[in-house]
């Protein structure tokens, strides 16, 4: 049996390493036709009209899309409403998974009300797409001072439709390929194009960033602290994600036949990032649309108003009203949407069915309110790191004078999703590492 141990781990190996290629290269090949797919323009537009338009659009929602779509927005491609529709048709169905007493039913069910769930979650991408596509069409036209942007004459039925439809099947296409990721490739389908979009921008931001040390704009020192920020910041983010706050809970157990009481012990674990990102999306984007629209409004000369001026001088990024309601908007939706999705009461009736107990908390009301105590520290903790992050991006640019975007948002998501990654590849190689063993030792379940 001894000399068969450095071929079982051998062969242990190779099965592993086998299924995780063929997975990374699964991944890998999805990711560049997403990647070829961002640099495909749309039918009947000129893109390289509006791409010297959208690169002088800055502190706008139009940055959020243009993130997350890996820079499609701005080349005007198929997939410029990118997987945005799918994470709004996501977040919406979750939040009506503890509002609407059908889907709460519903989402008891198990695996088959999962699946149903993630049906309707698609069913309301379509249609989100669908209403996203055709404003998209109908005011692109007419968002700019004429016709010049399109390749035929005039604006027809055809412009529309085709757009429409470009627009539409690049958002449901890139979402058919989230799932084959996740189903044949490692971690969330969604996920990582959203990170593949983030980080295929960092190259560019680097370049951009070597030019300017070359130029004398920026020094040596200051490249530095940009460094060395971006590591603490980034360290910071990983031990956040990472930490929790334990609860000890106790299970009493009674042998009715030998009148023996056992008592075993675990923890409840919270985490104290339970938000995840949605607070930063939801106030960048409720922040921003202000001045999106006050912008446009300018651009068109609809009301030469002087106060309208003013108002979106105030709500750019970096300026004391637009940070004040930034960081109001980020702990208002750190507490609102941890406290939609975690119920203490709920998880107090649980341990108290399961016959689980704190030790010197009574069952049920007490219970409830003691982790109700709990979960308002890790929410002030939560909400303060997250404005933090979200806040690193004006401090770079107006005390380091940093010449590139560092944005809190893209940051968690890059974290997340690189833990997450880590995370299945760890889970990956021990299923199969199991599944080994119970084949050596003739076992099946």
């Known amino acids: 049996m001894l000399k068969k141990l450095p071929n079982y781990f051998k062969n242990s190996f190779n099965s592993n390493y086998l299924e995780i290629k063929n997975r990374l290269s699964f991944l890998i090949f999805a ?164 990170f593949s979009g983030i980080v295929a921008s960092l190259p560019e931001a680097c370049l951009h960033t070597i030019k300017n040390v070359k130029s004398s704009n920026l020094s040596y020192f200051n490249l530095l602290e940009i460094f060395i920020l971006v590591f603490f910041v980034i360290f910071f983010v990983v031990f956040i994600e990472r930490a929790q706050r334990k609860i000890l809970i106790y299970y009493s157990n009674k042998n009715n036949n030998r009148r023996l009481n056992t008592i075993q012990s675990s923890y409840l674990p919270l985490k104290i990032n339970m938000s995840g990102v949605i607070p930063a999306i939801f106030s960048a984007s409720l922040v921003l649309f202000p001045a999106t629209i006050s912008s446009w409004i300018i651009h068109k000369n609809l009301f030469n108003f002087l106060f309208l001026i003013k108002i979106s001088q105030c709500i750019q990024p970096g300026q004391p009203i637009y940070i004040i309601l930034y960081i109001l908007s980020i702990i208002f939706f750190c507490f609102f949407y941890t406290n939609l999705t975690f119920n203490p009461r709920e998880t107090a009736e649980n341990l108290k069915k399961s016959g689980a107990f704190i030790a010197g908390i009574r069952p049920g009301e007490q219970t409830s309110i003691y982790i109700e105590n709990i979960m308002l520290k890790l929410i002030s903790i939560n909400s303060m790191y997250i404005v933090f992050i979200c806040l690193v991006p004006d401090f770079m640019r107006n005390i380091i004078h940093a010449p590139f975007y560092f944005g809190g948002t893209s940051l968690l998501i890059v974290v997340v999703v690189i833990i997450d990654f880590i995370s299945q590849i760890q889970t990956l190689m021990m299923s199969n590492r199991y599944n080994s063993i119970f084949k050596k030792s003739n076992l099946s379940f």
């Not at 016709?147 to 429409?164: A, E």
């Open 31 to 194: 990711l560049i036709i997403f990647r070829i797919g961002s640099f495909i323009p749309i039918p009947s537009i000129h893109s390289t009209i509006i791409v010297k338009i959208l690169k002088n659009s800055h502190s706008t929602i139009m940055d959020i899309f243009n993130m997350f779509s890996g820079g499609a927005l701005r080349r005007v491609s198929i997939f410029s409403l990118g997987i945005m529709p799918y994470i709004s048709a996501s977040i919406i169905i979750q939040l009506l998974t503890f509002l609407y007493k059908p889907l709460i039913e519903l989402k008891k069910e198990g695996e088959f009300g999962r699946l149903t769930i993630n049906n309707y979650t698609k069913n309301f991408t379509l249609i989100l797409a669908i209403i996203q596509s055709i404003i998209i069409a109908i005011s692109l036209p007419y968002f700019y001072d004429d016709d010049s942007i399109l390749c035929s004459k005039g604006i027809n039925y055809y412009f529309y439709i085709t757009t429409s439809l470009s627009l539409v099947t690049g958002t449901m296409f890139l979402m058919w390929l989230g799932d084959l990721i996740t189903e044949r490739g490692l971690g969330n389908g969604i996920s990582i194009i959203i």
